[in-house]
């Protein structure tokens, strides 16, 4: 302890703190107002030093060793030469009992830390004052007080009790005051909220730039801080400013060019100073301004922005005197940019309106093209798809300007090629004819060559004597084709494709036409480049800009989808959230871009590893998160999870010259196990991903159980090895109903395993155990024969022959032995081949069509069909479709289940039906379940349907009974 003087008015205080910098702080300010200050830095050492000099005031903290601050109060009120010691507590009065204990003790005040120097003072300064009244008063008295639940008897002075009770209650008051302050805040940030969600909803529904800024303005009114406002918009070119949308302003501006001129936030944004929302104080416009401003003389200016564009500024005076604050600024950076979006669309739907007002004016008296141009020009304004574009544009160039062909197609710079997108009128094979490529080869199109490679308009008014069509003249010629203008589409000054016109007479296209066909082709490339803009806000807004991977949003919304068709097949569904470790010191050490570029590369390589079912994204700095059904057994998911991570660490990347290896943490949470909807299983992953990092593992499972089901599926595995050996699979039979005459015209075998200890197990628990064994190589070649036989044996019973279909799995397709497999089963039965069909899913053919191909062949020759499954859900080429020896067509069950409700459903099974007729395939919809169904299906003409509204899979036995009579 020591001592340290001050001053001469006599007063001593000692200060027990065991913190050296909260005491050197406590002494200084003590010292500074004229008190000599003592420190001890425990209660024991404070209570020897009391009783060497007794001090004038005593200032302890509560928590302390040796002797905590209760405990030493204590001990100088029960001594009799200490007691008429005053004793100050410093506590933070967080419990109950912690003021019942400063009363029992005899404390004369508390101070709350952290404390305020004045108060801390101005108590001092009360209790030295009323020392000697104190001294006079030495009446004691008894108070009951009620506190936290119990009652308290205390005994002490009646000025100690008073001042206690003042300590507390301005304690009190001092919190009660942040408690307001807390809640201006909070109210502050809903308001905020609302109006940044005004502002948002307001300019999604503005079309016009006048729309946009007095949307604008009249939200941000609702933000915090803000009371007025006006827009100022600069003009390309001359630097000039004009006044695009006023609000709330003050008399003094409403004057006729009180806002206009040069200012310094206009000065700031032309010399490109304003990238930021700045606070402008002592705006000379309002400082100036002849009358009335009331009052504020600042204003917070705003950049309309987009891209590296600024479009104007948005100037926001405050509600009250003072500065915007800093949090409000950057919410008003974002509105900003929203304002700048906003206006770009405005601008280009303006635009648009005006071209096509424009060339509508200009070409009245040109009937032909002006009848196109016009309808096209229409088109531009109310489509937004480029396919759907191109086939408006042909159809209007053929049925309203008489031409006799109209064909678009897209350039692709690499190949050198064009590819027809859409063409309309005679073309009877006259494309094909052609090689559409801008290299000098036999039968290739000059005029095509010439258009793409000049970017200019190349015309043919006599394709009878023309040098440059005598190679494509007969054909032309054949169809009526006597003139044709091949026209450039180009977009930011290099060509995209070409629209080709043929019309049926010699000159048509002479000098009045041309700039107007011209302009045609001008505005479907100006079009195409405003869908190309279209596009990429939209892309933004669901896309991450670095990876080209879906976001949060998108990623949340496939999740979604995921989910409810896993729900509605019950199924599991998995979501695995990814974290690369020590990515920041990638763009600590080599920069910004080479975090880049090391996230692209590692996306990339994500996606290559991944099955197309499986949903990849990325959501924010180094975190990605992945969707994946590849769950039906859980050895699955846990090789899935495997090869990803040993695909993130297993190469180098080369980034910026250097080698970086990086590795990665994962968290899985499984559908429905550990949640049922999307922000459960994020936060359930998220909760796994957590403990993977503090626990040191690769990857955890969120469920504990996860971690055992690895030793369940190798159970599972053994089970089902016994299974083949034993023989306990069966075969179920659900009928194919023809929708003309309701009979039972086929059945689909499916596969069922009668587990002696489970009983019946879904397919979907054990299949994917079979294939990822090799077992359903055996178990595949069973089913076949087996269906075969009861084929056999309901024929002897006397029912009708059927078409029988079983499925053909992904793994059994692959093996070069398949079609010997297939071969030995129909040649034991070669009677009933021609009844055996094999059901292929639609993604698998495709998979690798070229070696597909010859299989399906062969299985043809074989005698038995070919049936393409779940059509509809892959990306089939309608030329491959063409060229796939199959008979039939199976409708996916997601068309049909929607079909009733979905106008999007019906036109997709009637476009299927309509293609699968016109290749003169069978068509059969499956997962049929309600009679409106049924009828929908017949009205567009199905030949046949599957589902439980005629029949669930059953036994051999039972569906004999079925086969016997009509359906």
């Known amino acids: 302890m020591k001592l340290k003087k001050n001053g001469t008015n006599g007063v001593e205080i000692l200060i027990v703190e065991d913190s050296p910098t909260q005491a050197e702080k406590l002494r200084a300010l003590l010292e500074e107002h004229g008190y000599a200050v003592a420190v001890a830095p425990d209660g024991k050492q404070a209570l020897a030093a009391a009783r060497g000099r007794k001090p004038t005031l005593i200032i302890s903290d509560v928590m302390m060793p040796e002797m905590d601050g209760f405990e030493l109060c204590r001990e100088i009120k029960g001594d009799e030469r200490l007691k008429d010691v005053p004793v100050i507590l410093l506590t933070s009065l967080s419990e109950v009992r912690d003021i019942m204990k400063g009363l029992e003790c005899g404390a004369d005040n508390f101070i709350r830390k952290p404390y305020e120097d004045h108060y801390l003072l101005a108590r001092v300064d009360h209790l030295l004052m009323n020392l000697e009244l104190r001294k006079s008063q030495k009446m004691r008295m008894g108070v009951e007080i009620y506190l936290g639940g119990q009652r308290h008897f205390i005994t002490a002075e009646q000025q100690q009790i008073v001042d206690l009770l003042v300590s507390v209650y301005e304690e009190a008051v001092h919190i009660n005051e942040e408690l307001k302050l807390r809640q201006r805040e909070l109210a502050n940030s809903n308001r905020s909220l609302s109006g940044l969600y005004h502002v948002a909803e307001g300019l999604n529904r503005a079309v016009s730039e006048r729309e946009v800024c007095e949307k604008a303005l009249e939200h941000a009114m609702e933000l915090p801080g803000v009371r007025a406002g006006w827009i100022s918009l600069c003009e390309k070119g001359n630097d000039a400013f004009r006044t695009a949308a006023t609000r709330n302003l003050p008399p003094a501006l409403l004057g006729e060019g009180a806002i206009e001129g040069p200012c310094e936030c206009r000065r700031r944004f032309l010399v490109g100073e304003l990238d930021r929302v700045t606070s402008i104080v002592e705006c000379e416009r309002l400082k100036g301004a002849a009358g009335d401003t009331h009052g504020p003389r600042y204003h917070a200016s705003v950049p309309l922005w987009i891209g590296d564009r600024s479009l104007g500024i948005m100037n926001l005076v405050g509600a009250e005197q003072g500065l915007i604050r800093e949090d409000e600024l950057e919410t008003l950076h974002g509105v900003g940019h929203q304002v700048g979006i906003a206006l770009e669309r405005a601008r280009l739907h303006e635009h648009l309106e005006k071209l096509v007002a424009e060339r509508t004016e200009k070409l009245a008296a040109v009937n032909r093209v002006y009848r196109v141009l016009s309808g096209i020009n229409t088109t531009i304004v109310r489509i937004r798809d480029r396919n759907e574009l191109f086939e408006e544009a042909c159809r209007i160039a053929v049925e309203d300007g008489s031409f006799r062909m109209a064909w678009v197609g897209m350039f692709d710079r690499g190949a050198g090629r064009v590819t027809p997108v859409a063409v309309r009128g005679e073309d009877r094979g006259y494309l094909e004819s052609i090689d559409l490529t801008i290299e000098d080869v036999p039968g290739n199109c000059r005029l095509l060559a010439a258009a793409l490679r000049e970017k200019r308009d190349v015309v043919s008014n006599d394709i009878e004597h023309d040098p440059a069509m005598a190679y494509l003249a007969p054909q032309a010629l054949e169809r009526g084709f006597r003139s044709v203008i091949v026209l450039p589409l180009v977009v930011d000054a290099e060509p995209v494709g070409v629209l080709a016109l043929y019309a049926g007479e010699r000159d048509f296209f002479d000098a009045e036409e041309l700039p107007l066909l011209r302009e045609m082709a001008g505005d479907i490339s100006f079009a195409l480049k405003h869908i190309e803009n279209e596009e990429r806000l939209n892309y933004l807004a669901y896309f991450d800009e670095i990876t080209g991977l879906p976001n949060r949003t998108l990623f949340s919304d496939r999740f979604a989808q995921r989910l409810s068709a896993a729900r509605h097949d019950r199924q599991l569904c998995s979501l695995i959230i990814l974290d690369l470790e020590r990515f920041r010191s990638v763009n600590e050490t080599l920069g910004r871009q080479a975090g880049d570029e090391l996230l692209r590369l590692l996306a990339q390589r994500l996606k290559d590893g991944l099955d197309e079912t499986d949903v990849l994204a990325r959501f924010t700095g180094d975190c990605f998160g992945i969707v994946t059904q590849r769950t039906g057994a859980v050895s699955l998911i846990t ?33 429905p196990g550990d949640g049922e909807d999307v922000e459960t299983l ?85 299949v994917p155990v079979l294939e990822e064994t090799g077992l359903i190589i055996e178990v595949g070649t069973w089913v076949m024969r087996q269906a075969l036989i009861d084929l056999d044996a309901w024929c002897s019973a006397g029912a009708e022959p059927v078409r029988i279909a079983v499925n053909v799995s992904a793994f059994q397709l692959r093996q070069k032995s398949f079609v010997d497999d297939v071969r030995k089963v129909v040649e034991a039965r070669e009677d009933l081949a021609g009844s055996l069909e094999m059901e292929i899913t639609e993604s698998l053919v495709m998979e690798d069509i070229e070696e597909n191909i010859p299989k399906l062949k062969a299985i043809r020759e074989l005698g038995a069909t070919v049936a393409v499954d779940d059509f509809g859900t892959g990306y089939s080429s309608l030329s491959y479709i063409a060229k796939l020896p199959i008979s039939a067509l199976k409708i996916d069950r997601a068309f049909i289940m929607n079909l009733a409700d979905s106008p999007d459903s019906v036109s997709i099974v009637q476009t299927i039906i309509s293609l699968a007729h016109s290749l003169r395939l069978n068509v059969v919809a499956e997962g049929v379940e309600t009679a409106e169904q049924e009828k929908l299906l017949s009205l567009f003409r199905c030949d046949e349907a599957q589902g439980f509204w005629f029949g669930r899979p059953v036994p051999a036995d039972r569906i004999l009974e079925s086969l016997r009579k009509p359906a």
């Open 682 to 766: 994020y936060r359930n992953a998220e909760a796994a991903l957590r403990d993977a990092k503090s626990s040191g593992q690769r990857y955890l499972f969120y469920a504990r159980q996860m971690n055992a089901r690895a030793a369940d599926r190798l159970t599972l595995e053994n089970k089902l090895r016994r299974a083949v050996e034993r023989q306990e699979f069966a075969l179920h039979y659900q009928p194919k109903i023809s929708l003309i005459t309701k009979r039972i015209t086929g059945v689909e075998a499916l596969i069922r395993w009668a587990d002696p200890e489970a009983g019946l197990v879904s397919p979907g628990l054990f």
């Open 639 to 671: 090789k899935a999870l495997n090869q990803i991570l040993f695909r993130v660490q297993a190469q180098p990347f080369s980034v910026g010259g250097k080698e970086l290896r990086v590795a990665a943490k994962a968290g899985v949470a499984v559908y």
